[in-house]
Structures are given as C-alpha cells and as structure tokens.
C-alpha cells in the first residue's frame, strides 16, 4: 500500500521512523508492504532520505492514483481539514493524529467515510500511543459504558506532579516543562484545558455514538492552581488533577475539564508526570484503566501506524462506524453534583457560622504557616447551588472541585 504523510514534524518524522524501523513485523501484520511515497511539507529537508519524497502541493498526492491511504499530521483545522475530506471523498482512506480536527470535524469525515466504504482512523488523537479508542469501539462493545475519565494532557500533569511533589510554584513549572520540551512555546491550549476539551469530546462522541460539542463542554485549565492549594491538598492525603471527565446521568452525560482534588486511593492519583491515564467504567465490565505516554514522537506515530495497518487490512470496511452527526445534549453544568474544597480569607472561628449556614456540614482544614486563611469541603450539592452560594462569600479565595 502506497501512502502520503502530510506533515514532516515530531509526528510525521515518528511515522516513517516505525515504518522503516519494523518495516518486516508491519508488512506481515498488514498482509502487504507500507510505503511512503510523498511527504508533504512546506519545507526541505537537505541531508534527509526523505528528501526525494517531499512535495509542496497536495495535488500531486490527490492525483496519484497509486496512494490509497493519507495521513494527516500536520494539526490545526485548515488545511487539514480540506486534504483528509478532499482523500476520504476519492475513495481513500486517512489516518490522523489531529484531535483538533477530529474533535471539530469527525462526525462529517465520518459519514463520508462510511459512503464511500473507506476508514478514517484517529486513534493517536487522545491519549496518544494509548489504545482507548479502539478498545471503546470494538473491544468494549457489549457494555453501557457509564463513565470514561483521565488525565489527557501530559504538560498539565508533569506541572502538577511537579507543584504537588516539590513545592515549586506554577509560573516555575511551566518554565522547566518549556525548556524541557514538554509544553509548547505558546502553552495556551495545554494549561487552558481546551486540548484537554477536545480529548473529552471525542470520548464522550465515541460511547454516545452521537456528536459532542467540543464548545460546550464546561472547560477551566490549570492557570489558577497555585503551590497553597497543593499545600491544603497534602494536607488532607489528596493531590491535584487536570482531569477530563463523561459520565452517564440517567439519560444524559455530563462532561467537565477541571482541576479535582483526588484521594491517594483514587486510581488516577499516582498517574504521574507526562503519562497520561483513561479510567472507564463499563455495566457488566466493571473499572479498567488505561495508562502510557499521552504524547512524544513514537508513541504517537505507534498509534498512527497501527491505524494504517487497520486500514490495510480493511479495504472495503469502515471500522470506526460508531459516531453519528446527530447532537447529544450534554447535561448542564449546574445540575452536576459534587464536593467542594475552597479556601477562605480570615479565621475560622469568625466565618465558621456563616459556612455552616449557607454551605452545611462542612469540614475544615488549616496548614501550618499559611496564616489569615483556611480552607473547607463542602457536602455533595450541584454546581448551580454553590456558584449562588459562593456569591454570597466575598472571603473566598479559590474553588477546587472534589473527586470522590
Ligand atoms: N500537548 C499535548 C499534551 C500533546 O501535553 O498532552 C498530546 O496531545
């Protein structure tokens, strides 16, 4: 099978790195050898062997009659989008590690990959070399699948491991993760939670098999997580989480990208540094837990390449056929039900009255040489309530919502 690379980055790189490293083992698997013909790429590689591959116009890919299958690892929407559309209506089938475009557009590339009897694979898109979305779609298959959740961004977790195991600060974190090569130079989509988001709702369209709104997904990243918060956090035997969740209300599901604190017991609490983990709950399976690198040039093109394989043994078969453009409501954010750590300005004794009434039962905490403040768990009530009954409170600090 001859294939087109679009995108000659970390990923790009990664996919004919594995391709030529198991070249033999993927050639058995697949039943047929995988070349690259053409890398598209606006840049040259002197001193590359793949060089002699590179072109700069995607026209010369769309008219070749040869490439049955494109992989997109450029990112970003357009021209993304335009190629993998322009591939999957010529009969083709496309692989991508875009969760960007998977998350806006998977729904649409979706239906046309299922008329024109050709796959469209995106397994790389969450989680990176973690196999979550096959295993949802044809593993977990005989199960109501109640709740997938995890810690899908690898930044985000390395700066809270860091914050929460050394005391540093975030504005520090973020530099070392930067100099590491961890986060990006603009870390905006990382630390805002919106790559987080994007994860989630590919998850969330996965199980439902209808299409969720990225956008309406209630999203809040980790910029206001400071060292005083992991301070109270290991205080009370938890730590802090960037965690993605979809959970089943009744008919609903309700998706949320927040900060939580979580017990030492709960089985995403010791997921630490860059690695990335999706817990999910099945009706009859019961937990199971997913775990590896969230990111990184091979895993990522592991993914990718495993994707090209499927293809290769599926040539007139779509076998992600499970995520319609039909909307699924999500519930609203207000309805959702939960714990509340927040941490107040002044002293106990003079704010505990108030807390009791307008909160209930409440349990409280204070850390050594954090002075003039303290902090407190609310019992489970909605979002809704607490936002109104926050309003009430100009002491309060800052809000962590609580993981059972
Ligand atoms: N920026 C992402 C992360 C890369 O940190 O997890 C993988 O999607």
Redo the contacts with the bound molecule.
């Keep these: 099978m001859k294939i087109a690379v679009l995108g000659y980055g970390t990923v790009g790189s990664g996919v004919a790195e594995v391709l030529e490293t198991n070249r033999e083992l993927i050639a058995r698997r697949a039943g047929q050898e995988i070349e690259i013909k053409y890398v598209l790429d606006l840049r040259d590689f002197p001193g590359d062997k793949i060089q002699e591959k590179i072109v700069h116009d995607y026209q010369i890919i769309a008219e070749d009659p040869e490439i049955e299958a494109v992989v997109e690892v450029m990112g970003g929407i357009e021209p993304a989008h335009t190629f993998v559309k322009q591939a999957l209506l010529a009969g083709r089938h496309a692989v991508t590690?875009n969760?960007a475009l998977v998350a806006r557009h998977g729904a649409e590339l979706l239906e046309i990959a299922r008329e024109r009897k050709v796959n469209f694979l995106f397994e790389a898109?969450?989680g990176?070399g973690i196999p979550i979305l096959r295993a949802l779609g044809s593993s977990l298959t005989a199960d109501e699948i109640e709740e997938v959740s995890g810690i899908?961004?690898?930044?985000?977790?390395?700066m809270m491991t860091k914050m929460f195991y050394e005391g540093a600060d975030y504005d520090t974190v973020l530099k070392e993760a930067q100099a590491n090569g961890?986060?990006?130079a603009d870390p905006t989509?990382?630390v805002e939670g919106q790559?987080?988001c994007r994860?989630i709702a590919i998850l969330a369209s996965i199980i439902s098999g209808k299409n969720v709104e990225f956008e309406k997904i209630y999203t809040e990243g980790i910029t206001r997580v400071t060292k005083e918060d992991m301070a109270y956090a290991r205080k009370m035997g938890m730590t802090v989480k960037l965690l993605a969740q979809c959970r089943r209300d009744g008919e609903k599901l309700a998706a949320f990208v927040s900060p939580f604190l979580l017990k030492s017991s709960h089985p995403l609490y010791s997921v630490n540094g860059?690695f990335?983990a999706v817990f999910v709950k099945g009706n009859m399976l019961g937990d199971a837990m997913f775990y590896g690198s969230?990111?990184?040039k091979l895993p990522?093109a592991s993914a990718v390449v495993a994707d090209i394989i499927a293809a290769a043994k599926n040539p007139d078969k779509d076998i992600m056929n499970f995520w319609s453009r039909e909307e699924l409501k999500l519930e609203s954010r207000e309805e959702i039900r939960r714990r509340f750590f927040v941490r107040a300005e002044g002293e106990p004794r003079n704010l505990e009255g108030k807390i009791q009434a307008e909160f209930g039962n409440c349990r409280f905490v204070t850390v050594e040489g954090l002075d003039g403040e303290f902090g407190f768990v609310t019992p489970v009530m909605s979002e809704g309530d607490f936002a109104e009954k926050a309003g009430n409170c100009p002491w309060i600090l800052h809000m962590i919502r609580v993981e059972e």
Excluded: H, I, P
Aim: glycine share 16%; aromatic share 8%; no cysteine.
């Design positions: 590690s969760k898109s969450v990176g899908l961004n690898g930044t985000t977790n390395y961890f986060a990006e989509a990382d790559d987080a994860k860059v990335n969230g990111a990184g990522t």
